[in-house]
């Protein structure tokens, strides 16, 4: 694409009347564009594409029925398109290096061209999987888009569209980049098994027959520096996936506020929020939810009588938690306190995934909850005593959920751990990553603090409004929203990137494979000796 600048003005970017030799349906929304003005090259994103005559009467005639060159004398200049363009970075054309944030406009005729590879390197960096890590490239072009990593953990960030799109795939991007390159410890709650071990994609064969086959997990990648946790062992065996450690939680770990997080899904009305508390206050936080789960019928009638608490209450409120108490996870007694195991190896710069088998979204939720409470106050605690004395600071943790909007939704979002941890920011080192397919279902204080958001399709309009609240050039991003396809295709803005960009999403393919696995002869030999060793010690037992 070809053009120069017609009009424009900071608050409403600029006009491009396209070449003659150009059609309007080259240009695409979402398209990267460069203008190069006198001093400054602007790199800009198009935002709309219009057909203007010079002659406003012409527009209304016919000219389909001229031949070519009938067509070119009648027409000539003066019906033509006309390109909105966002500028969003600026650069001095003299120095080469640093963009800023645009503040002034190009003059009038200053040309207009498709960005190059260069130019895509010179705003996004080039990849070396430490800093700069490639997510995908612009448009119709090859040039790979960074994100920066370390500002990506930064903050809280979000993966959204809606199903189908490809969240999980550029999530497993997100994760294999961060693991990559040690930007973070990530803590990821796999709700549909798909980060840790192998899973599944299905695939059109091109005749409209889905067709199976199989994406490896953060654990097959980076074997030594992830670590699988797993609610559902049996799944695990079933699907063949490799895990390390059971997790079972205790009836003394569940407090009144966790149950309350389920309130929705257990359909508990305000009596049984009052008696849970009651219970909790005279029975003891730890032993409130083991107690009640034994009672007995007869039993229920006395202790109601002694405490003065109202018996149906209590058999409501026990009825309606048979659920959790059924959960297969959830036990009486546990061998080993799995916070602590988790921290352990979050300290030792290890990757946690923890997988659900077959759990459905009531155990999810319950026991991604709990364990991010604990891991938070760990952390909470550890950076509190780093801060006195300087010493042993724990590593910047990204938490990854699934299905977010059920753990922040604007009526749960003021309670939760979660949304504690987003209006935190960073001060304890932890941040989220969210990925979710209905935006409007998050607390709209939450979704402004979201530093970077990734976005795929979304088509629903209070979703895309609340993608963009608080984003600044909210109007012209919208319409680039609204024009993805419906698969691998990706708005990335905010923190981690310099300027908005549209991305064709990277395939995670055995391509990707081969880029990113672990490449450190050392660690892998450590990773080898381990293993030895593993095989040592089981031949000794026997
Ligand atoms: N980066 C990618 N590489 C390879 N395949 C992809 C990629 N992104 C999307 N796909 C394809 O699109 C399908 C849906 O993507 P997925 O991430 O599972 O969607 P979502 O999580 O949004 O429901 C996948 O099964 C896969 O076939
Ligand atoms: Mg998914």
């Not at 000219?63 to 006309?82: K, M, P, Q």
């Not at 780093?386 to 724990?394: G, I, L, M, S, V």
């Not at 979710?436 to 979304?458: N, P, W």
Request: proline share 4%; charged share 25%; aromatic share 8%.
């Amino acid at each position: 694409m070809k053009g120069r600048i017609v009009r424009g003005s900071i608050s409403t970017g600029v006009e491009v009347k396209l070449d003659p030799q150009y059609t309007v349906e080259d240009v695409k929304v979402g398209n990267f564009a460069v203008i190069e003005g006198r001093k400054y090259r602007y790199f800009s994103l198009v935002s709309d594409v219009k057909i203007e005559s010079t002659n406003p009467a012409m527009l209304v005639d016919s000219f389909e029925d001229e031949d070519e060159l009938a067509r070119e004398i009648i027409v000539g200049d003066s019906i033509f398109g006309n390109i909105s363009l966002n500028p969003m970075l600026m650069a001095d054309k003299e120095q080469v290096g640093e963009t800023r944030a645009v503040r002034t406009i190009p003059p009038h005729s200053s040309p207009v061209r498709t960005a190059t590879d260069e130019d895509v390197a010179h705003v996004f960096g080039s990849p070396d999987n430490k800093v700069f890590f490639s997510m995908g490239t612009p448009l119709e072009m090859d040039s790979p888009v960074c994100v920066n990593l370390p500002k990506l953990v930064e903050r809280c960030s979000g993966i959204f569209g809606k199903a189908g799109t490809g969240k999980t795939f550029l999530t497993r991007l997100a994760l294999a980049g961060i693991t990559k390159s040690q930007a973070a410890v990530n803590l990821i709650f796999d709700a549909h098994n798909e980060y840790g071990w192998e899973a599944t994609k299905e695939e059109d064969r091109g005749d409209g027959v889905l067709q199976e086959s199989h994406v490896k997990g953060l654990k097959q990648l980076f074997p030594s520096r992830v670590v699988i946790f797993t609610l559902d062992p049996e799944s695990s065996r079933r699907r063949g996936a490799k895990f390390d450690h059971e997790i079972n939680l205790a009836h003394s770990q569940i407090t009144p506020e966790d149950v309350l997080l389920l309130q929705s899904q257990l359909n508990l009305n305000s009596t049984a929020t009052e008696t849970m508390h009651l219970l909790s206050g005279k029975m003891g936080a730890e032993h409130w939810f083991g107690l009640l789960a034994e009672m007995a019928a007869e039993e229920m009638k006395d202790y109601a009588e002694e405490h003065g608490l109202h018996l149906g209450a209590l058999q409501a409120l026990q009825r309606k938690l048979k659920r959790v108490y059924d959960l297969p996870f959830m036990k009486d007694k546990i061998p080993f306190d799995a916070v602590d195991k988790i921290m352990q190896y979050l300290n030792a710069g290890k990757h946690v995934v923890i997988e659900f088998g077959s759990t459905q979204l009531l155990g999810y939720m319950m026991v991604t909850n709990i364990l991010t409470k604990r891991i938070h106050a760990e952390y909470v605690r550890r950076m509190e005593k780093y801060q006195a004395t300087r010493e042993n600071k724990p590593p910047h943790l990204v938490i990854s959920i699934e299905e977010a909007h059920r753990f922040l939704s604007p009526e749960l979002a003021r309670d939760t751990i979660f949304a504690t941890i987003a209006r935190e920011m960073r001060k304890f080192n932890v941040t989220l990553l969210l990925v979710d397919q209905r935006t409007s279902g998050i607390d709209s204080e939450v979704m402004s603090q979201i530093g970077t958001k990734i976005a795929c399709k979304l088509d629903d309009e209070s979703d895309v409004n609340a993608l963009l609240t608080g984003v600044h050039d909210a109007k012209n991003l919208r319409n680039i929203l609204y024009s993805l396809d419906s698969k691998q295709q990706a708005l990335i803005l905010g923190h981690a990137v310099p300027m908005p960009v549209v991305i064709k999403t990277r395939n995670y393919d055995a391509q990707f494979y081969n880029e990113i696995v672990e490449t450190n002869y050392q660690e892998n030999d450590k990773a080898f000796n381990e293993m030895v060793n593993d095989m040592y010690n089981d031949d000794e037992e026997i």
